[in-house]
């Protein structure tokens, strides 16, 4: 039976960078997730009889929402709904899903890499039927449908079990439990020679992979032990915890400190990796080399056609506006259009749907390609043991190769956590009021040669996106950027980009922040941090 629950709105259910993210008690709250749901489906059109896709990280909470999700889907008349076994599913698998099985679109219950737990971060997203974040479009439908929404529709029905997995009937459609993995893992075989990449285990090589407690753990453990033949023991933090076992389930420098002390060891395996809460972001690290995600990028991008998924080469290579310039390097070279977009993957899916650009990536550790529609962390790991199991050199071998062709892009993201939301927004109204004046001014040996408030026009959609981050660029290809997170939950989150470039033959020694000093000290007073959020210090330095 349906029922029609009148509910009150919320003020506070705007979509950030990736959906609706929140503390989970905010979540909690009776008819919290309710009405979100609801305005998602009242802002979609002809879905009827169709299919969605539900998956979840498995943070705390994940198991009740999407009960919830269930009942609200077929309420509002979808026909199928197929969840991964445990209300689990990575964020890219439930990607690779909804594009393989051509259904409506798809819902993920993640705060990616936020921390988890009932003191921790909960979130929802709506995926559509390339397989993508809903576009700005729609969200922007959902966030106004949130501010009057009055009712909404569910299901007088008991739980059904997410953890048998097959098909059952409810109200007047089915859900359906399926393995999580299984897809995903046949995706990851049409694009990768898994014979090679078997080889290459066989052969000595050895490998630490993260889990970090999240969600990768039972695909890393199927396809990297399981099928690839990796030692038992190569994925660590491989069983999924409601907490991720107290940590912060982000695969940086910060929170992935073992795994980087490891491979920085004498008792360092070849490769090391780590993927975060949903499976899409991934960290890479060589035995004795950290790889910044902007050079992964560009390095994935370089050696691409060495996997048979993209043997033909690249249409283009897209990469958000803070990420390293490495990558367009490459497109130069390549002689294939480079794509800058802002901040967040949605931006990457026309591109990809249009056949402009084959490989895309973030600063923040995301990397992925036209397979799915969002960023896909083991997708990362697997090109790179291709590239390694093809080129049989060291991840630093093939660093220091590729800089020595393109150049080097030292690069380093300081975030300023948890600041004052109106001292952050003075300090970026500041720093927007000085645009014009700044090109031609010199700060020491740095010269400014542009100063703007990126702005996107998508070339697909002819859509414009403004006010994405102030850029000041120097002569050289040197540059800052200045931009508040759109996915923290507590205040304001500022977030320097700092990068310089250094041309082949260039030397400024290993260590990036030391490469970067003067350019790092010249973002703290140029904007004047410290007296705008009271720091002086970076929370987060990547
Ligand atoms: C952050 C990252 C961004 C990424 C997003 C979702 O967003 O910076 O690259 O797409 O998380 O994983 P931000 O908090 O900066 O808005
Ligand atoms: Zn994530």
Request: charged share 20%; hydrophobic share 40%.
């Amino acid at each position: 039976m349906i029922l029609t629950v009148a509910t009150q709105p919320f003020a506070d259910q705007k979509p950030g960078t990736s959906g609706l993210r929140k503390k989970t008690t905010v979540f909690q709250q009776p008819n919290y997730v309710e009405n979100f749901l609801q305005s998602i489906f009242d802002s979609l059109e002809n879905f009827a009889g169709k299919t969605l896709v539900i998956g979840g990280d498995g943070r705390f909470f994940n198991r009740e929402a999407i009960q919830k999700a269930i009942r609200i889907a077929l309420a509002n008349g979808f026909g199928r709904i197929v969840v991964g076994r445990g209300g689990l599913m990575s964020t890219p698998a439930v990607s690779a899903l909804i594009r393989a099985r051509q259904t409506f679109g798809g819902i993920i219950f993640s705060a990616s890499h936020n921390l988890g737990g009932p003191n921790g971060d909960f979130g929802v997203k709506y995926n559509i039927g390339n397989g993508g974040p809903a576009p700005e479009k729609i969200t922007d439908a959902i966030y106004a449908r949130t501010m009057t929404i009055a009712a909404y529709k569910t299901l007088d029905a008991p739980d059904i079990d997410l953890d048998a997995l097959g098909v059952v009937a409810l109200g007047a459609g089915s859900v359906e439990i399926v393995d999580p993995v299984a897809n995903y893992s046949a995706l990851m075989k049409t694009l990768f020679d898994f014979d090679a990449l078997r080889g290459l285990f066989a052969s000595g090589f050895t490998m630490r992979f993260d889990a970090m407690h999240a969600i990768t753990g039972p695909y890393a453990h199927a396809i990297l032990e399981g099928e690839l033949g990796a030692a038992p023991g190569t994925v660590v933090n491989g069983t999924p915890l409601p907490d991720f076992g107290g940590h912060h389930p982000d695969p940086n420098l910060t929170y992935a400190k073992d795994l980087y002390d490891l491979l920085m060891s004498p008792q360092a395996p070849d490769f090391g990796a780590a993927s975060d809460g949903d499976g899409d972001r991934n960290l890479i690290i060589g035995r004795g080399q950290f790889i910044t995600p902007s050079d992964s990028l560009a390095m994935l991008a370089a050696n691409a056609t060495l996997a048979p998924g993209y043997a033909k080469g690249l249409a283009g290579i897209a990469r958000s506006m803070p990420t390293s310039a490495a990558a367009d390097r490459v497109a130069a070279k390549l002689g294939v259009k480079a794509y800058e977009t802002p901040t967040g993957w949605k931006f990457f899916g026309n591109l990809l749907d249009a056949g402009l650009a084959t490989i895309c990536g973030e600063e923040s550790a995301g990397t992925g390609s036209n397979h799915v529609r969002e960023k896909d962390g083991l997708w990362a790991v697997l090109l790179w043991l291709t590239i390694l199991a093809s080129r049989r050199q060291s991840v630093a071998e093939i660093a220091r190769q590729h800089w020595a062709t393109y150049g080097r892009n030292y690069y380093t993201r300081h975030d300023f956590e948890e600041v004052d939301l109106a001292g952050a927004t003075a300090l970026m109204d500041a720093l927007r009021a000085r645009l014009a004046s700044l090109p031609g001014q010199s700060f020491g040996a740095l010269k400014v040669e542009a100063a703007d408030d990126f702005a996107y026009h998508d070339p697909v959609d002819n859509s414009d996106t403004p006010a994405q981050g102030v850029r000041v660029m120097f002569e050289g290809g040197s540059r800052i950027v200045y931009r508040l997170s759109g996915t923290g939950t507590v205040g304001a989150t500022l977030r320097v980009y700092i990068e310089r470039y250094d041309p082949p033959g260039g030397d400024l020694g290993e260590e990036a922040q030391a490469a970067l000093a003067d350019l790092i000290a010249l973002s703290r007073s140029l904007a004047e941090i410290e007296k705008r959020t009271g720091r002086k210090e970076p929370s987060v330095v990547t």
